[in-house]
């Protein structure tokens, strides 16, 4: 194909997508489910054509990576650190990790009765579809009060990264014993440690370079760590959490007990350079999750999508989701159904997990169009469930409404 049409179409797509964001943001519906509508329209297109994205399977994986490092970069850099937020930190962390079990273990029950495979290999299919996806419950719920709000943001970013341990920790332990704990503990205090010496090191290269470059090299460094850390299996997200937070938050740490920090890293430096790295991290996010998600709907096949029992099993999943989650959030929170209870999508954490399933684990004749059937079941409960909550608001505060 021609290189300039090629730049024409990538352009195209960039601007379209633009404009579907806008709008997604005054209709209080997610961009997720356009972007992977045009990935299908593309594949439609592509099947009555010829056409063919090569390397489709090996440039996911690569994509999808990529997005989840900045995703999880962005959750930190919006996440605010204060006393007074210790309450819904800690009540949001209870949500998000004992929700990743109770789904996990209820969307396993459901697979090893359907698909007839072992528990451990169903309950390995069903982790993924127990994270909640950061990327688009926090940017949905800006119509929610404070606490609300905060409790998503909160509760979706920690639910990414717990969910990628739980993942881990299943697949590289298939019979779970102490010393399987006793590992993840002591994995878990390495690269905490290791998390927070290489974030005093980048915010020291953020606070001192002086070159009109400096931004795309810290991220180079982010995602060498990122790498090498996966490499030797660790959890590479909680460094990468770790670093928003203190970049975020470097006030909180420089001016507490260390002040000697200050030294080293110029606060004053670092808090003039964040807007512009968040501003960086925010555009490279936006772009990386287009793409993702649009190729990612031109990877499944049209006549997946039909499969009745795709459908009915996703719809079991959608079910099982919410009611765990109300009957958790009702229990141990006296939260009601309406808003919290409802919000509870799942996206690119889902179907990168999903697809980085070793094969061996994989379950026989699985159809990846319940992935994207989940994913839309549950984002448009959010849409409706958001949507009506800010109506709903309108009327008890503008009663002239219904005259």
């Not at 997720?32 to 990935?39: E, M, Q, R, T």
């Not at 889902?350 to 994989?362: D, F, G, V, Y």
Request: net charge positive; proline share 3%; hydrophobic share 55%.
């Amino acid at each position: 194909m021609n290189s300039n049409i090629v730049i024409l179409i990538l352009s195209i797509i960039v601007i379209a997508t633009y404009l579907l964001d806008f709008i997604s943001n005054k209709i209080k519906i997610p961009s997720v489910l356009f972007l992977i509508l045009i990935g299908l329209a593309f594949r439609f297109f592509a099947d009555r054509t010829g056409f063919s994205i090569p390397y489709i399977n090996e440039l996911i994986p690569i994509l999808g990576t990529v997005t989840l490092i900045l995703i999880v970069l962005e959750g930190g850099l919006d996440l605010e650190l204060r006393k007074e937020k210790i309450p819904i930190i800690a009540k949001s962390s209870i949500s998000a990790i004992v929700l990743i079990f109770v789904s996990s273990f209820s969307i396993a029950c459901l697979y090893f009765y359907v698909y007839n495979q072992s528990f451990y290999i169903s309950l390995v299919n069903a982790v993924p579809l127990s994270v909640i996806s950061s990327a688009i419950a926090i940017p949905s719920v800006n119509s929610l009060n404070k606490h609300n709000k905060d409790f998503v943001v909160y509760e979706s970013s920690l639910s990414d990264v717990f969910g990628i341990i739980v993942f881990n920790f299943i697949i590289l332990n298939a019979v779970i014993t102490i010393h399987s704990f006793i590992l993840l503990g002591f994995e878990l205090v390495i690269i905490s440690i290791f998390s927070v010496i290489l974030t005093f090191l980048m915010s020291f290269l953020l606070s001192r370079i002086s070159h009109h470059i400096k931004f795309l090299p810290i991220l180079a460094f982010v995602f060498i760590i990122y790498t090498s850390a996966k490499y030797y299996h660790l959890s590479p997200l909680i460094f990468i959490l770790v670093f928003g937070l203190f970049l975020n938050n470097s006030d909180l740490i420089i001016k507490g007990r260390i002040r000697f920090i200050d030294k080293y890293l110029q606060n004053e430096s670092l808090k003039t350079e964040l807007p512009h790295f968040k501003k960086i991290v925010i555009e490279l996010t936006f772009i990386f999750k287009v793409f993702f998600f649009i190729i990612f709907g031109y990877s499944v096949k049209i006549n997946d999508l039909a499969d009745e029992q795709s459908i009915l099993i996703a719809l079991a999943i959608t079910f099982i989701i919410f009611i765990s989650r109300y009957l958790f959030l009702k229990i141990a929170f006296k939260e009601p159904l309406r808003p919290l209870g409802l919000i509870a999508p799942r996206g690119l954490i889902t179907i990168l997990l999903a697809l980085s399933i070793p094969s061996e684990l994989k379950i026989v004749n699985f159809n990846n169009s319940i992935l994207i059937w989940t994913v839309f079941f549950t984002v448009i409960v959010l849409s409706a469930n958001v949507l009506t909550h800010k109506n709903k608001i309108g009327i008890i505060e503008n009663p002239e409404i219904n005259v």
